[in-house]
């Protein structure tokens, strides 16, 4: 977070005798208060155990626009209704590891700064660009404007495989992925110029999302 010009306002920690990353930490904000607790009694509090001793409050980035984030993109990401907070994590890890170069969230998507999706996230939602969108933005018209296709993804008939070499001939790629309970909006997947589905076992009908 700090890498990413996240500003903290204040450190908890266990730590007195800092060494290595810590210490790093600590001598990047030295201005700053930091209150130093015994382990035992700082264990009590709700997810201090996974944070390795160190604690922050930080203040939250201002989000970018929409059409500032896609700017210069060409592999980008949206999570339509993505509710849970480990999901949201998981994508965010996910898109890292595929190179995707941003991501967008809906308006009633989870908060990547919750502290779950953080931690399932490995700290890549500090690393990948991202913004949320309010609920009057027509993120797909703004998409295609910019000349992103836009790839559905949902289990339709008429969905064709996520290889489909027609996939492939766009320059630009906004791949969209729906809520865990009931996917992608009809209009999304009406509206999308592909629809497109990860072949699977039959047992198991799709990734969660």
């Known amino acids: 977070a700090l890498d990413a ?26 201005n700053i208060p930091i209150y130093l607790g015994d382990d035992e009694v700082l ?3 709700a ?15 201002p989000l970018p626009g929409l059409e500032e984030i896609i700017k210069g993109k ?18 965010f890890r996910s898109a890292a590891a595929m190179r995707i170069e941003a991501l967008i969230l809906t308006f009633d998507s989870s908060d990547p700064l919750y502290r779950r999706s953080e931690r399932v996230s490995m700290g890549t939602v500090f690393q990948i660009p991202w913004t949320k969108i309010n609920k009057d933005t027509d993120y ?3 998409l295609s404007d910019n000349g992103f296709a836009s ?22 790629i906004a ?12 209009e999304t997947i009406k509206r ?5 589905k990860i072949p699977m076992n039959l047992i198991v009908d799709s990734l969660n999302v």
């Open 43 to 45: 264990k009590e509090l």
């Open 140 to 142: 797909l018209k703004v």
């Open 175 to 186: 791949i969209i992925l729906g809520n865990e309970g009931y996917g992608l909006k009809e």
């Open 5 to 30: 010009g996240y500003e903290a306002i204040s450190i908890l920690t266990s730590v007195d005798k800092p060494d290595g990353e810590i210490k790093k930490i600590y001598e990047e904000c030295k």
């Open 192 to 196: 999308s110029d592909y629809v497109a």
């Open 47 to 61: 997810g201090y155990a996974l944070t390795g001793g160190v604690l922050a409050a930080m203040r939250r980035k």
């Open 74 to 91: 060409s592999r980008i990401a949206v999570m339509e209704n993505v509710q849970n907070p480990s999901n949201v994590g998981s994508i």
């Open 151 to 172: 790839v559905a993804m949902a289990l339709s008939d008429d969905s064709v495989s996520i290889d489909d070499p027609r996939i492939k001939q766009g320059r630009k």
